[in-house]
């Protein structure tokens, strides 16, 4: 009778430590998806590659230039070790009755994060350049800052760095001493080939509460995503001078920008934040540039960054451009459209992790085809969802706003 009990005890104990593995295992976690009926009316922007984003980009900048007058069309180079087909593109269409205000639609400074920031610029190419709101309101497309990135499915450049922690044109950033960043640099830069079953993975949700509760929640927030300049391999790394395209952008952002009394930024990105949910983040600003800012943004959350998620940066792109634009008012804006539920503890160790395993696989290689599989499916789906519903919702949310956003632009 003792050894009947003993044994069921150890049968629950297995048990409890099988659905433990389970819940915990890196490859078990997938977010509920939004309740969104798709539709090919939005679907239809979305591209599978960078070669066809690109081209649909170029084919509407194409069709837009016969329709309107002095627009600009063109592109740079992005040199890399093995290709010669990797470029920025831009595309300009002033205000066509007199200069009010520029908006810079850029994306793609992560790489991966390219296929929606390209799927959104082409909706808004497509429905909402018209007469009527091109009258005193002009537009610069920038397309794949990151072309690298987007075509090999990296957050990074070719130089494994961030262009959001990158952007400057003073070299002094890239001096900067990020201090809570050794406190955590063995959880987040593993050495070795990625074995998504190593106990290290299954106990990653463990390990990282354990930071967690030692070091608290934004504290490590903070050490993490701010950016890093000492580490050239490690993830958030910031790099050691300014990346090509960074200094290759500015002359085209000064030529366009002139003569605009207002010029707003409006950068597109994918993966932080509630899932199918359209985030915003501004740069801290000011009370003018807040005001701006929220008469802008009529009826939308603006997160000022008072929350307890919140976590400041350096060397971002909206606020390098900042920089470069000097004779107008400028209004910084990320769009942030959420995957992974990055909001919630279980959400932001997961998406933490998979951003991790792809880094560490890229330097130190995969134990298994599986493992490099697994990851590479997690790594793009945390940045480019493949659910047709959350790809509608983000259409149908930035048709929304664009209309609001524009309407009030138009009127400042
Ligand atoms: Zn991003």
Known sequence: MKKLKIALIVVIILIAMGLTWATLSYNFYSPKD???????????????????????FRTSAVLLSKK???TYQGSFQVPAKNDKDLTVDIFYIPAQKSKKGLIIFSSGIHGVEGYTGSAVSHMILEEFMTEENLATTGFLFIHGMN???????????????????????????YKTINTGYPAVIDLINPQGKVNTYSADNIFFELRAIGKIVRASMPVLRQAILQGQYQFPAGVYYGGAAA??????IAPFIKQYSTGYPFVMNIDLHTGYGERGTLHLFPNPADNKIKALTERIFKGYNIDWGDGKDFYTTTGDFPGYLEKLITGSTYIPMTFEYGTLNSQTTIGSIKSLQTTILENQGFNFGYKSDKDKIAVEKNFREMYFPSSPAWR?????????????????????
């Open 34 to 56: 939004v309740n969104t009926k798709p539709d090919d009316a939005s679907l239809k922007y979305f591209q599978e590659s960078y070669n066809e984003s690109r081209e649909a």
């Open 68 to 70: 309107f007058k002095n």
């Open 147 to 173: 072309p690298y990135g987007f075509k090999n499915n990296r957050r990074v450049t070719e130089n494994n760095v961030d262009l959001n922690r990158n952007s400057s044109a003073d070299d002094v950033l």
């Open 243 to 248: 990346e090509p395209q960074i200094k290759n």
């Open 392 to 412: 509608t919702k983000v259409i149908s949310d930035s048709r929304v706003i664009t209309k609001i956003f524009l309407k009030q632009f138009n009127g400042l």
